[in-house]
């Protein structure tokens, strides 16, 4: 198999057919793409996931992360009442946390100009962390309670005025979505990884090549999966298996927790409308980018992590413009 020479990257993580949990998460379906594959010659360097694109050397020295970005409940900060509380301490730092107590489904919503995110929320007191993707401007969050069948009734409101601190700040943290910690296991292989990385570059192409060498498409959970489901990257790391939600949410705590710019997008791949889960990253030097490589003399122009890895059909990545960008987290 011949590959073309990297000229931008986009981390890209999925698998098929994996669809949505509740709102916006993975449903039910799947099919078996085949063990995973690390294309080799593709990022360049060696077979360990330690070189970046077109590297040369397999000692490429550390890559240094900027500190690390936490997303914190602060119960003492929290505004609300009738059980809901909603902290507010972290927007300028691109996140918004929650915590309710109900015996009813709860829904949470976070709302700005003409995009509403709807997420499952604990009904037990759990705290729950989620991003602030839309950029500045006013968000309003609304804490929402099951009253019948699918019909929810608001619980509990309030809006704010965000600026953050820079674009980036929703997508360098944890959160529901990309649940990890400084103990997580894949932040501290992560951080093993950076240890040879030699740039931000650098570490992707190592994630890059642990993630597709690691983990394989589990079609039986794509199947089974239910609603409301939450990945867990250590859980996916340790089995070795996972659906799209499980590749990018892997992907994304490991690069995140490394101070890179990270975002776990879902939406739909023609031309079979597959919904779908993939992750962009962002580096000083080549931005918010894409790649283009070529697989047995067909073009890809954007890289999927799970596609690649489990050697789906090319038809599925196409010229990048099958993919639509649905929702970020």
Not at 299 to 320: E, K, Q
Request: charged content about 20%.
């Amino acid at each position: 198999m011949r590959y073309r020479r990297l000229t931008c990257l986009i981390l890209a993580l999925a698998a098929l057919l994996c669809g949505c949990a509740g709102t916006h998460g993975p449903t039910a379906g799947g099919e078996v793409i085949g063990d995973a594959q690390v294309p080799q010659g593709l990022l360049g360097g060696n077979d360990t996931g330690t070189a970046g694109p077109g590297a040369a050397s397999e000692d490429l020295g550390p890559y240094i992360a900027p500190e690390y970005a936490d997303a914190v409940f602060h119960e003492e900060l929290a505004l609300g009442g009738d059980g809901v509380l909603i902290d507010l301490s972290g927007v300028e730092q691109g996140y918004v946390a929650v915590s309710a107590v109900s015996d009813k489904r709860l829904k949470f919503q976070v709302i700005k100009d003409e995009a509403t995110y709807n997420y499952d929320l604990a009904s037990d007191g759990a705290p729950s962390v989620f991003p602030l993707q839309s950029g500045d401007g006013e968000y309003r969050f609304r804490v929402m309670e099951n009253v019948v069948d699918s019909k929810y009734a608001e619980r509990f409101s309030t809006s704010v005025e965000i600026v953050l601190r820079d674009e980036f700040q929703p997508f360098i943290r944890p959160s529901d979505y990309v649940p990890y910690s400084r103990e997580s296991a894949c932040v501290r292989k992560a951080a093993e990884l950076a240890q040879t990385a030699g740039s931000a570059l650098g570490l992707v192409s190592a994630v890059y090549r642990f993630v597709c060498a690691t983990v394989t498409y589990d079609a039986q959970k794509a199947a089974t999966v239910q609603s409301g489901y939450l990945p867990d990257p250590d859980e996916t790391m340790q089995t070795g298996k996972g659906i799209c939600f499980d590749y990018a949410s892997l992907a994304a705590a490991m690069l995140r927790s490394q101070g890179i710019p990270t975002k776990e997008v879902f939406g739909y791949v023609s031309p079979d409308g597959v919904y779908h889960a993939w992750n962009m990253f962002y580096t000083e030097e080549t931005g918010w980018v894409t790649v283009s490589f070529e697989v047995r003399g067909e073009s890809w122009n954007r890289m999927d992590l799970t596609f690649s890895a489990n050697g789906a059909d090319s038809r599925f990545i196409g010229d990048g413009s099958n993919y639509s960008d649905l929702y970020f987290y």
